[in-house]
């Protein structure tokens, strides 16, 4: 197939064989299944029952996998937090899996940076694909530099060049961009991926260290007046880029925004406050606010975190939208089709081409279109509830709802209906957002923190983007969510849903022809079979976890103080 | 057609499994998956399946003596076990945790305790369908050609 991303040759024709896949599930005859499945499409599958041990097994082996595929719903932590962390850390594309198909609980994934969100149960041909979703997020990588034009970033690549070259970006989505702009001969587009000594980007590693001094640049600056470049300056880290620090800064963002309304749930209290971005017409900003906070999500696992928008962020950081749209939107991404508004302000950064979410239009749509997010209907939507969040949940934990306020979708309103549209979803499996693709490449969610913000700023928007127009591009941000609250029931949710999906890291490192060996070693990090052994890790519930209490991560609404607790494992 | 008596019958057996929605294509799926590096595949995923589900039933019964019921946490088990269930194509086994989690979200404990009871006749009437099947399966001998009807 293709590769003519870069990936070595030698694999090419093998490829995507021996993509290494980390399967997460407490399921043990899933896992079991899932494991046969992964291997009859050649992959090499690791299986695991728990999501700390997977997460474990990745930091083990931070360039070990590239692709992790989760359930939603497992005893020892959220499907969604594992989700976040495994985009703060490693950055790489993760895919949920659950039997649930209810719409809010896809567009949770969605926002929180599922790349993907597979029904159960799950068919061989939507396991055959998801090495597009690693493909992708290579190329998305490209984009992102092309979409950087033009922004300051280019400059800092230019300078940070050969930064990058040693290799310490995170994820590299930065750096590739750097990278290409210093080789401007080179073919930015997604050939660079090809070429795997030029583009060789080793990740970088947010160690316990590094954050530690993150953060405590960040709090010696002041959250509210953060930029990339000041806490670059202040921690001191000479092999350190700005993009690197913005990109992680984002992500920073997100997480603590999710942190927040988790608290904020609790004390019904306006989530984050965004210095930077207040919410434009905030309106219902405030209420916003809380609603992004999203509050409901995390409840349900506290998982909520936005954060992990690698993916989701369809918001996109469009900058377009002014950034207060931020939200995000991968809706209407033709919109923001161009190098994404994304004016790298601040850690807006074009960091964000993780979540490019560029084609996630197309699927986003999909989603969208659950969530009829109605900037068309929104009034019908809960988009008036979002704000205080208390969307109807139906006893779900609205979690999604929340989210989806937060999630703009632009455009998507085509498939709006009142009722949110079931089915209509498009989804499409795989690759299927073509042309979104096209169109959104520059849409990176970077600045999940941007969405983030943008989110409260939009749903205060969102009252209006409701009377706005359907066209939601502008809004780009519609909440989606607020749609989803509106949703109820479970709307069939078509088996593959793809969302859009991450700035591809680097998908191999590099794509080294070693690294798609097919032969994994049966051994070696097979690990795990955590899974199998563990018909009891179902069971940990509460034991297990002094942090969550499983069942509560369905429904009940995420007790902030078990998740600070948990925290300590962000960086563990 | 098969020639062989038994592999008639396992055919039958295997097709009424199908007409009388016993199980959905799931299970046919796992057929699929079923090669020479694993000969039993099925057998063995549904073996699983019923020492990890059984679990589940049972705490779902524990939940199920504690009043006032506890909603969010059957909706919890009911998941796990839909999602358990949906993994073997058990098509009557996963309509009755629909019904019990749609009881659950309207607080029905009536509800939930009488489909739990269905529930768990379908659970055990599927079980001996399927010990039967592979039983006569094993008997039958292995195929020689690879044809499965579908």
């Known amino acids: ?572 | 057609m098969e020639r062989n008596p038994m592999r008639r019958q396992l055919q039958t057996l295997r097709k009424s499994l199908f007409d009388q929605g016993y199980l959905d294509d799931q299970f046919v799926q796992l057929e699929e998956l079923q090669d020479d590096a694993n000969p039993n595949f099925v057998e063995e995923v549904v073996t699983l399946y019923y020492r990890d589900s059984g679990r589940i039933i049972l705490n779902i019964e524990q939940a199920l003596e504690r009043k006032p019921f506890d909603f969010n946490k059957l909706d919890a088990y009911m998941h796990q076990f839909k999602g358990s269930s949906s993994s073997i194509g058990a098509k009557k086994v996963k309509a009755e945790s629909t019904l019990f989690r749609e009881y659950c979200r309207s607080r029905n404990g009536e509800g939930c305790m009488r489909t739990f009871q269905q529930l768990k006749k379908e659970y055990a009437t599927l079980r001996r369908k399927l010990e039967a099947y592979f039983q006569l399966a094993r008997q039958a001998g292995p195929v020689e050609t690879a044809c499965r009807p579908k």
């Open chain 1, 1 to 572: 197939m293709v590769v003519e991303t870069g990936f070595s040759s030698p694999r090419t024709d093998a490829f995507p064989a021996g993509l290494r896949v980390l399967v997460v599930d407490d399921d043990p005859t899933w896992l079991k299944i899932l494991e046969k499945m992964l291997k009859k499409c050649f992959y090499e599958v690791t299986t695991c029952c728990l999501a700390r041990e997977a997460l474990n097994l990745l930091r083990q082996r931070k360039d070990g996998y590239d692709i992790v595929i989760s359930d939603v719903n497992m005893p020892d932590m959220d499907g969604f937090k594992l989700l976040e962390h495994v985009g703060l850390e490693m950055d790489l594309p993760v895919i949920m899996m659950s039997v649930d198909g209810e719409i809010r609980r896809v567009m949770k994934g969605v926002q929180h940076g599922a790349c993907d969100y597979l029904l159960k149960p799950i068919r061989m041909k939507e396991l055959r694909n998801i090495w597009q979703h690693v493909f992708r997020k290579k190329i998305h990588e490209v984009r992102d530099i092309e979409s950087m034009e033009g922004i300051e970033s280019i400059h800092m690549a230019r300078s940070g060049s050969e930064l990058f070259d040693d290799g310490s970006f995170l994820g590299g989505e930065d750096t590739t961009s750097g990278r290409k702009r210093k080789d401007a001969d080179n073919k930015r587009d997604d050939k660079d991926l090809g070429d795997p000594s030029s583009t060789k980007k080793a990740r970088v590693v947010w160690t316990v260290d590094l954050h530690q001094k993150f953060v405590k640049a960040v709090n010696q600056i002041g959250y509210d007046k953060v930029g990339p470049k000041k806490i670059l300056d202040l921690m001191n880290v000479p092999w350190l880029t700005r993009e690197n620090v913005a990109s992680h800064l984002q992500k920073y963002r997100l997480y603590l925004s999710r942190l927040q309304k988790e608290g904020d749930i609790k004390n019904s209290f306006m989530g984050m406050k965004h210095s930077d971005t207040p919410p434009k017409d905030s309106t219902a900003g405030s209420g916003i606010r809380n609603s992004i906070n999203l509050t409901q999500d995390n409840v349900s696992n506290g998982s909520f975190s936005f954060p992990v928008n690698h993916t989701l962020a369809p918001s996109v950081d469009l900058k377009g939208h002014e950034g207060d749209r931020k939200g995000i939107t991968s809706g209407p991404m033709t919109e923001l089709k161009g190098p994404f508004p994304i004016d790298v302000s601040g850690p807006r950064k074009a960091k964000s081409s993780k979540i490019s979410f560029d084609h996630s239009l197309g699927s986003v749509d999909s989603v969208v279109n659950f969530a009829s997010f109605g900037p068309t209907d929104t009034a019908q939507y809960s988009w008036n509830e979002i704000p205080e969040i208390q969307f109807k949940q139906e006893y779900e934990p609205l979690q999604l709802e929340n989210r989806f306020s937060q999630l703009p979708l632009p455009g998507l309103q085509h498939h709006m209906l009142p009722e949110y549209l079931q089915p209509a979803v498009s989804v499409s499996p795989g690759p299927s957002i073509t042309e979104k693709e096209a169109t959104s490449s520059g849409f990176e969610v970077k600045s999940m923190y941007d969405d983030y913000r943008s989110n409260h700023a939009k749903h205060s928007s969102q009252t209006e983007a409701v009377g706005e127009s359907h066209s939601l591009n502008n809004q780009v941000f519609k909440s989606i969510s607020t749609t989803t609250s509106s949703m109820k029931s479970q709307d069939t949710v078509p088996n593959h849903l793809t969302v859009s999906e991450f700035s591809p890291k680097n998908l191999y490192e590099g794509v080294g022809a070693d690294d798609l060996q097919l032969c994994w070693p049966q051994g070696d990090c097979y690990a795990t079979n955590f899974g199998l052994q563990g018909l009891d890790c179902t069971e940990h519930n509460n034991p297990a976890t002094a942090l969550e209490t499983p069942f509560h991560l369905y429904d009940h609404p995420f007790d902030p103080t078990e998740y600070y607790a948990s925290d300590q494992g962000l960086f563990a």
